[in-house]
């Protein structure tokens, strides 16, 4: 156990490096951490800002696919002063004299890394998912365990019995500390002895009946350095249940919103759900806000349009069209006519100037942005798409099978058109 009055030095590690496999197309050219969320976001955006409004300022980012957009997007959001020796930095995976892999897990990536951490001399280190959507006091996280005594604390979440069988279940005792662990365990198995002690229990609701993992954890430091020596990969489903018997790992019962965006469907529920009166996720708390970049745009211009629960970054021009619950990201551009219902548009990464227009006409080819008359419903419109006029996108009662279709993705019902795409004028999904 660490001496409680010991000047805390904390490293914040948020975990990035997965392929990003459930969320293709959105991350067919950028990392899971870089895909735009909420309109002016990107996912990386919420567990950094978790650390920054807890008071944690040293900040390290774990990736190795797609990272070019993600490293751009890092320097031009994260600048701290040099009295708050703060900063966010992104290790992405790189050959040394001792390792020549690539990150082949969670833990491995942590362990390939060491070289970096350890001239800080950290007492701690906190982890963190990167595809996670949740409003976390990551400093009352680290009152529990500091009080606790406990070599390494999970941030935990209650589940139904269904919802059980897709996360690592906990079992802990009367005084929180995690003394089982199981990986999403079957439908027909019984787990009634699993169930969370009613000492533990709170205000949680009664149909939440066991303990899921949320990826989240809190290493004192030379804790984690010794469960990393070794080849194991994986903190969940092999560095955790190994130490089990021999650390004291203590369960932190978190009851706030959490959602892990990592499909598409859960991303884009995430994202429409932000547009109704009172969202399951706040982006309207001044206290702890979002941080992001901030781009230098105009304000949004909407010309005689009818706009229901849509969420509008800077930038947009939306004209005579009729908007229900939608998300428009940066620099979207929505021409007269169009109806879009519970769709998300990504906007653009930049304006095209008049020379730009004249030449997509020469070339037959629509402008960056949605053109006239079109109809659009449950679908994703990546940055920089080009919608022709009088197109119809999932208003017709098609179905997709889940996959790609050439110029369109189909997942759990909800079309994705592609980063750049080009869909011609008259086209019907």
Not at 82 to 93: D, M, N, P, T, Y
Not at 182 to 188: D, L, Q, R, T
């Amino acid at each position: 156990m660490l001496n409680t009055g010991t000047k805390k030095r904390v490293l914040s590690i948020i975990l990035g490096g997965g392929k990003g496999t459930r969320l293709f197309p959105l991350t067919k050219v950028r990392s899971k951490p870089a895909v735009p969320f909420g309109g002016k976001f990107r996912i990386v955006d919420i567990p950094i800002s978790n650390c920054i409004n807890s008071g944690y300022k040293r900040i390290y980012l774990l990736t190795q696919f797609n990272s070019y957009s993600l490293h751009m997007h890092i320097a031009n959001s994260y600048n701290f002063d040099r009295f708050s020796h703060g900063f966010v930095e992104i290790l992405a995976a790189e050959q040394t004299l001792e390792h020549s892999s690539w990150y082949e897990g969670t833990a491995d990536a942590v362990r390939k890394n060491f070289l970096h951490f350890k001239p800080q001399n950290p007492t701690h280190y906190i982890i963190l998912s990167g595809d996670q959507l949740y409003r976390m006091n990551l400093k009352a996280f680290m009152d529990s365990h500091m009080q606790s005594g406990a070599d390494v604390t999970i941030a935990t979440t209650a589940v139904s019995r269904e919802a059980a069988t897709g996360f690592g279940i906990m079992k802990i005792d009367s005084e929180n500390r995690i003394i089982e662990f199981m990986e999403k365990p079957a439908h027909n198995l019984n787990i009634d002895d699993w169930k969370i002690p009613n000492e533990s229990r709170g205000s949680l609701p009664p149909e939440k009946e066991y303990l899921a993992s949320m990826g989240i954890y809190i290493f004192n430091a030379p804790v984690m350095e010794d469960m990393l020596d070794n080849d194991m990969t994986d903190f969940g489903k092999e560095i955790i249940p190994a130490a089990i018997k021999t650390k004291k790992i203590n369960s932190y019962i978190f009851d706030g919103y959490w959602e892990d965006i990592g499909t598409i469907k859960s991303f884009y529920d995430a994202n429409i759900n932000l547009t109704e009166n009172v969202p399951r996720f706040n982006i309207y708390d001044e206290d702890d806000p979002i941080y992001t970049h901030t781009p230098n745009l105009p304000p949004s211009k909407i010309n005689w349009a009818d706009i229901n629960s849509t969420i509008t970054a800077e930038g947009c021009i939306i004209t005579e069209s009729r908007l229900n619950h939608c998300i428009i990201g940066v620099r979207s551009i929505i021409e007269t006519g169009c109806n879009l219902n519970s769709v998300i548009v990504m906007g653009a990464d930049f304006y095209e100037n008049e020379n730009a227009k004249k030449n997509n006409t020469r070339q037959g080819r629509p402008h960056i942005g949605i053109g006239r008359n079109c109809r659009i419903a449950r679908t994703i419109i990546d940055k920089n798409a080009r919608i022709g006029d009088n197109c119809s996108i999932n208003v017709s009662g098609n179905t997709y099978e889940d996959g790609d279709h050439g110029s369109f993705y189909s997942a759990d019902g909800i079309i994705v058109i592609p980063k750049s795409s080009v869909i011609p004028s008259g086209t019907v999904i």
